[in-house]
Structure formats: structure tokens, C-alpha cells
């Protein structure tokens, strides 16, 4: 089983729709929960990270947590087209080795006008 | 701003090439990673360095060597590349031992013919 399983898409939406993006993962240990915005042709970057469980909220973008269910999802309100991008989720355990991330597979968004 | 600096955006080798693939950053981070990304597949952790001359296997080493010299100075090497390497390389560093947020460079494509 991969420590993380994210559905890849593509997902397509129009200008001002509600987004929702999620992850599940296997590792209980996992107490860190990243999620990266990849634009094309570029690497990945840090959008929002949450600790534990519970909500985290930045302008239009909202990251939950749910470890009872080990579920991770991204909000996007007001989805803009300068949203499109491919979405990645990220956990990691405390203290683990080097703080790996285990990556999802990604979520590619369009966001169309 | 964090920067990890990929020498090549693009590269086109031919099989049986030994190809050197480049990363440096400017941060003084002691964790070094390398990925690749394929459709589908996502990223995949090759090799990464937690310290000077230090390396660990990732998930999918094989056909991979790293090293690192220097403390800003990771190298991925395919010593004989193969078709099957070809794909976008991702470099990224993080700081401290815990580690946290990856800052990732902007990637390499390489296409073996």
C-alpha cells in the first residue's frame, strides 16, 4: 500500500467554483501535512501546512485534517484561473528521517474563465 | 528568498551517456533530495544527503548514484542512461535535522534516446 493515494484528475472547473482536493494516507506516525502547488514547467512550492488534525485557513485556500479517517483535503474558494496548477498533498512523521515528505500522486486543476 | 539553482533545464543524451545532473542552493540547508516526476507516477525520492559526503538510498536508487562535496552541492549521476530514465529531476533542500518545508528548483528534463 502507498503511504499516500491522492487521485491525480484532472479535475476541471469554472471561474468562482469551490474546489476540493484530497489525500488519504496509511502511516498513522505522520503529524505534519504539506500541501504544494506546481505550476507548469516549474517546481514544486509550498502552499499551506497544517499540524495534527484540524483546519488551517489562508485567504481562499483551507486545509483540513481528519486523523481518526488519515484524510487530508485542500479548499479552494473562488477558484481563479491563476489556480491551475497540479496540486500535491505531502505528510511526514515528526522527527522522522530528515523529515521525508511522501508525496501524492498530485491533482492537476484547471480553473477555466 | 531560498534558491536551489538546477544547472540544466533541458537535456537530450543519448543510451549508454554517463550524465551529470546539478543542484546547488544558497541557503546553507543541510538536507539535500533528489526526485523524479513522471505522469502518473508522481515524485519519486532517488537519493537524498543529510550532511557533507553523506547519502541515503530513496525509493527507486537503482541506476542512480549522488554525491556531495560540498554542503550547497548535491550531483545525481546516471553513470549508463537508459531510455527509461528519462523524466523530469526535481532538486530540493531543506533545513535541519527534523527537516521541513522543501524549497525545490525549477527541474531538469532529460530525454534519453
Known amino acids: 500500500q502507498k503511504e499516500v493515494e491522492q487521485d491525480p484528475g484532472p479535475l476541471s472547473v469554472p471561474e468562482g467554483a469551490i474546489v476540493s482536493l484530497n489525500c488519504t494516507y496509511s502511516n498513522s506516525a505522520f503529524q505534519y501535512f504539506m500541501w504544494y502547488r506546481q505550476y507548469s514547467r516549474k517546481g514544486p512550492e509550498l502552499l499551506m501546512y497544517t499540524y495534527s488534525s484540524g483546519n488551517k485557513e489562508d485567504g481562499r485556500f483551507t486545509a483540513q485534517v481528519d486523523k481518526s479517517s488519515k484524510y487530508i483535503s485542500l479548499f479552494i474558494r473562488d477558484s481563479q484561473p491563476s489556480d491551475s496548477a497540479t496540486y500535491l498533498c505531502a505528510p511526514r512523521g515528526r522527527g522522522s528521517t530528515l523529515g521525508r515528505l511522501y508525496f501524492g500522486r498530485g491533482t492537476q486543476l484547471t480553473v477555466w474563465p | 528568498d531560498v534558491k536551489v539553482t538546477q544547472s540544466s533545464r533541458y537535456l537530450v543524451k543519448r543510451t549508454g551517456e554517463k550524465v551529470f545532473l546539478e543542484c546547488v542552493q544558497d541557503?546553507?540547508?543541510?538536507?539535500m533530495f533528489w526526485y523524479r516526476q513522471d505522469p502518473g507516477l508522481g515524485l519519486r525520492l532517488i537519493y537524498f544527503s543529510y550532511d557533507v559526503k553523506m547519502k541515503e538510498k530513496g525509493d527507486i536508487p537503482e541506476g542512480y548514484s549522488v554525491s556531495r562535496e560540498k554542503k550547497e552541492r548535491f550531483s545525481l549521476i546516471l553513470e549508463s542512461a537508459s531510455t527509461n530514465q528519462t523524466s523530469m529531476y526535481l532538486c530540493?533542500?531543506?533545513?535541519?535535522?527534523?527537516?521541513?518545508?522543501?524549497?525545490f528548483g525549477e527541474g531538469s528534463r532529460l530525454t534519453v534516446l
Open positions: 530540493a533542500s531543506s533545513p535541519g535535522r527534523e527537516g521541513g518545508e522543501l524549497f
Open positions: 541557503m546553507d540547508h543541510e538536507n
